[in-house]
């Protein structure tokens, strides 16, 4: 069968191979890959400064973002049937099973020696089947066929604002009525709408002119869409009860912090690279006292998400009606894999492969 891997630490060593399928254990679902989605975490991954193969192996499968078929299942009760359409999560317990894990919160691990499908220690699902724990696996409704490709990257959004909302409202009276989109690739779009969905008035940031398709995507939800390159962060004069950072942009994460109401809040979802600061950090330290602000950071996401976001998933497909189809805007097969992990260009937002249509 075909798999996409790379040899981790060392760059451009993305290739295809042949691989015997793997064959699932008891308490295992053998998956029928149908497609696995592409990010920055991959192009990371390939540039050889992220990703840790298996032990033992000398390359790491890609692939954390899929969606599937179960194929076989190993035995034991999983509750699955050959044929249902699933999406895996992407992290494992670490091997001390520490007390978040053991209770199905690994995104939330204390060791920080999980293991992550098609990113640290364990194989992906960039190929053409794939075998993973049947605990850590959502069943899609059919109507989800094809856009259940977008559940995994919506998890992290759905991760994010569920914990906004919960610090918030544990700490005093929450009623949030705007909220801040630093970014407008698949997270961006995804948290959009679902902000959107519940009910805030929204605006999303991006780089790109107003004529753009990301643009447009967001209007569509009735968010409000700020071209930066026209009115930079810094001129704008709203404040906002909640901001999502995802931009990985360091400066943009910087200027997150000002642009927070009072008792706001500011999730980052992004990975940031270092650089040297731009701001005056005692400026920041204060702005987060006076303001009794939040902010945090968010990684991952664990099963409870995966659940929730299909629901929210469903919603948008009702809600908006070819806003999802749109944020994929690259199709390619395995043997294309090149061109699939190349930069999404102008107009580009999310590449998928599609091993079986
Ligand atoms: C994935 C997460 C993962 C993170 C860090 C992201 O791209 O969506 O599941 O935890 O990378 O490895």
Redesign the pocket.
Known sequence: MKAIVVTPGKQNSLRLEDHEAPVPQRGQLLLRVLKVGI???DRDIIAGFYGEAPTGSKFLVLG?ESLCRVAEVGGGSSGFRKGDLVVPT??RNCPEDCINCRRGMSDMCLTGHYF?HG??GLHGFAREFAITDHNFVVRLPESLSDLGILL??LT?VEKGITQAYLMQKSRMVWKPKSALVLGAGPVGLLATAILRLRGLEVHTVATRPEKSLKARLVERTGAKYINSKKTPLDTLEARYDMVLEVTGNTSVALEAQNLTSLNGIVSYLGIYRQEQATEDAGEVFTNLVLGNRVFFGS???NKTYFLEGAKDLSRIKNEWPGFLEKIITRREKPDNFTEAYSPVGEEGIKTVIQFEV
Request: proline letters at 7%.
């Open positions: 990010c920055g975490t954390h992407v992290r992550e990113i640290k995994e990257p992290i990684v991952n996401a």
